[in-house]
């Protein structure tokens, strides 16, 4: 069974850092480009970064410089920097496969960013 688990969110001041993670199971996750998520309410769901199986990473201009994606791929778990955290970056922080998306998403992980 395909398991995405998200975590590591939170409330954090603005400047502030976060680690999430995503511990996954039931795929072979060495292979996949994995990437992250984010939706804000009342907003749609926007990449924010995503890592091949080899370590190559894309960020969204939004997040580049600030933000760290990672993997372990023997612990089949990606991880989320997030440092000089802003307001705007509050959202429900998702993870899933880049080109190949499993069709049942996590429940993903909060992160709230105060003034």
């Known amino acids: 069974q395909v398991q995405l688990v998200e975590s590591g969110g939170g409330l954090v001041q603005a400047g502030g850092s976060l680690r999430l993670s995503c511990a996954t199971s039931?795929?072979?996750?060495?292979?996949?480009?994995m990437a992250w998520y984010r939706q804000a309410p009342g907003k749609q769901r926007d990449l924010v970064a995503h890592?091949?199986?080899?370590?190559?990473?894309y960020y969204s201009d939004s997040v580049k410089g600030r933000f760290t994606i990672s993997r372990d791929n023997a612990k089949g778990t990606m991880y989320l920097q997030m440092n000089s955290l802003k307001q705007e970056d509050t959202a429900v922080y998702y993870c899933?496969?880049?080109?190949?998306?499993?069709?049942?998403w996590g429940q993903g992980t909060q992160v709230t960013v105060s003034s």
């Open positions: 039931g795929i072979v996750f060495s292979t996949r480009t």
């Open positions: 890592i091949t199986g080899g370590g190559l990473t």
């Open positions: 899933n496969d880049y080109f190949n998306p499993m069709a049942q």
